[in-house]
């Protein structure tokens, strides 16, 4: 096992947040999410700190969509660490987790007008306008100007799965700047009622381990900026987005936030200098960066089935139901055996899940030490995009998240329950249905 942030292995077994692994998988059951508090909050204060230092103008948001509760929101806003939420419900997390609503930038392709009026009567700090009528809903609604920076194109190709490619030439997402679009738009609303356009945002991709991506991604960017300013129109706020990647794998190599930030910090500071337009309030999101590693999912081995000069499946109690990026992204990971974590690997399994789908396959073809059914397995840096994207598929019940740090566990999110499977069922056309 390479470094995988604070995780460590003594007396051969796994720790977490200072507590045993498979001493958590035997208090709370598994499969759990087990999520270690000091992790997240000391990656999302290495942002805060390098920027303060680096840029000084800026805002660090969260990026919700990575996990998503009232606990990771209360964790970081005493950081003064805003958000990015892209949903209704998002926000409503947000804030009651705490986070200063002045400090939240509510993003979408396709905001509904009943989530616009929301945010608008919570007073969202700033809405990233992806659509031309969400601006005209916004100034319908607003009752006084609102601010808002526009998502645009800037055509940066980030060398990551084509999936989460977000700046393509046919992305769903922005207005394109090669084709004149953005500058259109923009144009189009700077003067709207009630509209305060203050910027521009973009986000290339995610999963981003090169520096070289986010310095194209600047230049293009402060490029329009300039363009901009030469029609009159006032830039104050440049979001970069985030991406910043995190280890999966061995062979994986993620740069540090101090790396990522310093380096983007000190070329937009260049390049606003050299272009001749003012220095915008730089937004960045990180979300995966500051929870993937901090995370990791607990199973029990289950059914292990040798297919003869083929492959050993190891089943577990988990699945594509509560980590569907496998299947979808062909997203790998790295696992350890929670009482043995530094023995030798000596056979070759497929971790599959517990889902009635042929592809629900966890791990493809990863060494390990020999594994019996009981065995507690540990999947690493899955602290991002798990819990947030987990389903009831096969009703089966999304797991809890422990929470850990210095010793000591407790719940983050409760366990779902059967009943709460049914909570929400009816039977059409009954009595009971009134």
Same mark, same amino acid.
């Given at each position: 096992?390479?470094?995988?942030?604070?995780?460590?292995?003594?007396?051969?077994?796994?720790?977490?947040?200072?507590?045993?692994?498979?001493?958590?998988?035997?208090?709370?059951?598994?499969?759990?999410?087990?999520?270690?508090?000091?992790?997240?909050?000391?990656?999302?204060?290495?942002?805060?700190?390098?920027?303060?230092? =680096?840029?000084?103008?800026?805002?660090?948001?969260?990026?919700?969509?990575?996990?998503?509760?009232?606990? %990771?929101?209360?964790?970081?806003?005493?950081?003064?660490?805003?958000?990015?939420?892209?949903?209704?419900?998002?926000?409503?997390?947000?804030?009651?987790?705490?986070?200063?609503?002045?400090?939240?930038?509510?993003?979408?392709?396709?905001?509904? =007008?009943?989530?616009?009026?929301?945010?608008?009567?919570?007073?969202?700090?700033?809405?990233?306008?992806?659509?031309?009528?969400?601006?005209?809903? %916004?100034? @319908?609604?607003?009752?006084?100007?609102?601010?808002?920076?526009?998502?645009?194109?800037?055509?940066?190709?980030?060398?990551?799965?084509?999936?989460?490619?977000?700046?393509?030439?046919?992305?769903?997402?922005?207005?394109?700047?090669?084709?004149?679009?953005?500058?259109?738009? %923009?144009?189009?609303? @700077?003067?709207?009622?009630?509209?305060?356009?203050?910027?521009?945002?973009?986000?290339?991709?995610?999963?981003?381990?090169? @520096?070289?991506?986010?310095?194209?991604?600047?230049?293009?960017?402060?490029?329009?900026?300039?363009?901009?300013?030469?029609?009159?129109?006032?830039? @104050?706020?440049?979001?970069?987005?985030?991406?910043?990647?995190?280890?999966?794998?061995?062979?994986?190599?993620?740069?540090?936030?101090?790396?990522?930030?310093?380096?983007?910090?000190?070329?937009?500071?260049?390049?606003?200098?050299?272009?001749?337009?003012?220095?915008?309030?730089?937004?960045?999101?990180?979300?995966?960066?500051?929870?993937?590693?901090?995370? %990791?999912?607990?199973?029990?081995?289950?059914?292990?089935?040798?297919?003869?000069?083929?492959?050993?499946?190891?089943?577990?109690?988990?699945?594509?139901?509560?980590?569907?990026?496998?299947?979808?992204?062909?997203?790998?990971?790295?696992?350890?055996?929670?009482?043995?974590?530094?023995?030798?690997?000596?056979?070759?399994?497929?971790?599959?899940?517990?889902?009635?789908?042929?592809?629900?396959?966890?791990?493809?073809?990863?060494?390990?030490?020999?594994?019996?059914?009981?065995?507690?397995?540990?999947?690493?840096?899955?602290?991002?995009?798990?819990?947030?994207?987990?389903?009831?598929?096969?009703?089966?019940?999304?797991?809890?998240?422990?929470?850990?740090?210095?010793?000591?566990?407790?719940?983050?999110?409760?366990?779902?329950?059967? =009943?709460?499977?049914?909570?929400?069922?009816?039977?059409?056309?009954?009595?009971?249905?009134?």
């Amino acid at each position: 096992m390479k470094n995988y942030g604070d995780l460590k292995i003594k007396d051969h077994c796994l720790t977490v947040g200072g507590c045993k692994a498979s001493a958590l998988a035997e208090k709370y059951g598994t499969p759990i999410y087990v999520f270690d508090v000091n992790r997240a909050v000391k990656t999302a204060k290495a942002y805060v700190d390098v920027l303060e230092k =680096e840029y000084g103008n800026f805002t660090v948001c969260y990026a919700s969509k990575a996990f998503c509760c009232t606990g %990771i929101y209360n964790v970081l806003a005493p950081l003064g660490l805003g958000a990015d939420v892209v949903s209704g419900g998002e926000l409503y997390t947000a804030l009651k987790g705490g986070i200063d609503p002045k400090r939240i930038y509510f993003h979408g392709n396709n905001k509904s =007008e009943s989530e616009i009026k929301y945010a608008l009567t919570v007073g969202v700090g700033c809405f990233v306008v992806d659509s031309i009528d969400e601006a005209d809903i %916004i100034s @319908k609604h607003a009752r006084a100007p609102q601010r808002v920076i526009v998502r645009v194109n800037p055509g940066v190709e980030a060398h990551t799965h084509r999936f989460i490619q977000t700046t393509m030439p046919d992305s769903k997402f922005g207005f394109s700047v090669a084709d004149g679009t953005a500058k259109q738009f %923009i144009l189009s609303i @700077k003067d709207k009622p009630n509209i305060d356009f203050a910027g521009v945002a973009c986000h290339i991709g995610s999963q981003i381990f090169e @520096k070289q991506s986010f310095e194209i991604a600047i230049d293009k960017m402060t490029d329009f900026i300039a363009e901009l300013e030469k029609l009159g129109v006032k830039v @104050k706020i440049l979001d970069l987005g985030g991406g910043f990647g995190i280890r999966y794998i061995d062979e994986d190599n993620p740069l540090t936030p101090e790396q990522y930030m310093a380096n983007s910090a000190r070329y937009l500071k260049a390049a606003a200098e050299q272009k001749g337009i003012t220095l915008p309030h730089l937004v960045v999101e990180p979300g995966r960066s500051i929870v993937g590693e901090a995370g %990791i999912t607990l199973y029990t081995v289950g059914s292990i089935k040798t297919i003869k000069d083929l492959k050993t499946y190891a089943a577990v109690d988990g699945g594509m139901f509560e980590n569907p990026r496998p299947s979808m992204y062909d997203a790998e990971y790295t696992a350890v055996v929670a009482d043995r974590a530094d023995a030798e690997n000596t056979n070759t399994y497929s971790i599959a899940g517990k889902c009635c789908e042929s592809g629900d396959v966890l791990i493809k073809d990863i060494k390990l030490p020999k594994l019996s059914r009981g065995d507690v397995l540990a999947v690493l840096s899955t602290g991002a995009y798990h819990y947030s994207m987990a389903s009831n598929y096969n009703r089966n019940a999304v797991p809890p998240v422990v929470a850990v740090k210095d010793g000591k566990s407790d719940y983050m999110i409760k366990p779902q329950t059967y =009943e709460d499977l049914v909570r929400n069922d009816v039977i059409p056309f009954s009595e009971n249905n009134k």
